[in-house]
């Protein structure tokens, strides 16, 4: 199976701010990477796939690149609506895996 | 619009068996690999089991495997998960999730999830 780590597990930020998350494969991937955005008692939304493709609708200061192993999602100028729970997840093989998330919270 | 609707969910004892839905509706059904996704409380993504748009080839996370059977009934747009042998450790929120592409791709539309709860 492929093992997602994603990192950090949390992160302090302020309005205006820019924040990265990486995660890595234990294998590569090439680009089945997606991002995903999560806030209490909601089902996840789809931010990025292909691992630098905006999802249509999201705004474009969400970003993402990265290709084989290691991935990053980076938030630029930072909304109160942004802060949430992001998940990377791995698309390129079963058992699809999720990386064990990062919870994004306001300074 | 995409909507994805799942029911079924409740408290069960360990052991017991459950019957997950899903109903789909806004793009064709018939077209798309679907999956089960589930996360348990204050916890992070769990993917749990996918099967191909024919119903033809189904995948299992291995937690599950030999417990759980994903089925689709194209006919009437509807996605089922049945869990059997339940324990505690499957309690979670469980939601269907289609793909952005018809085949093996990240998940664009999600249902609301539906609550498992597997206690004594």
């Known amino acids: 199976d492929i093992q997602m780590t994603q990192s950090p597990s949390s992160v302090s930020a302020s309005v205006g701010d820019r924040v990265t998350i990486t995660c890595r494969a234990s294998q590569g991937i090439s680009s089945w990477l997606a991002w995903y955005q999560q806030k209490p008692g909601k089902a996840p939304k789809l931010l990025i796939y292909?691992?630098?493709s905006l999802q249509s609708g999201v705004p474009s200061r969400f970003s993402g690149s990265g290709s084989g192993t290691d991935f990053t999602l980076t938030i630029s100028n930072l909304q109160p609506e942004d802060f949430a729970t992001y998940f990377c997840h791995q698309a390129n093989s079963f058992p699809y895996t999720f990386g064990q998330g990062t919870k994004l919270q306001i300074k | 619009e995409v909507q994805l609707l799942e029911s079924g969910g409740g408290l069960v004892q360990p052991g017991g068996s459950l019957r997950l839905s899903c109903a789909a509706s806004g793009f064709t059904f018939g077209s798309y690999v679907m999956n089960w996704v589930r996360q348990g409380p204050g916890k992070g993504l769990d993917w749990v089991s996918a099967i191909t748009a024919s119903g033809g080839d189904t995948y299992y996370a291995d937690s599950v495997k030999g417990r759980f059977t994903i089925s689709r009934d194209n006919s009437k747009n509807t996605l089922f998960l049945q869990m059997n042998s339940l324990r505690a450790e499957d309690t979670a929120v469980y939601y269907c999730?289609?793909?952005?592409?018809?085949?093996?791709?990240?998940?664009?539309?999600w249902g609301q999830g539906t609550l498992v709860t597997v206690s004594s």
């Open positions: 292909g691992a630098s």
């Open positions: 999730a289609k793909p952005r592409d018809s085949g093996y791709d990240a998940f664009d539309y």
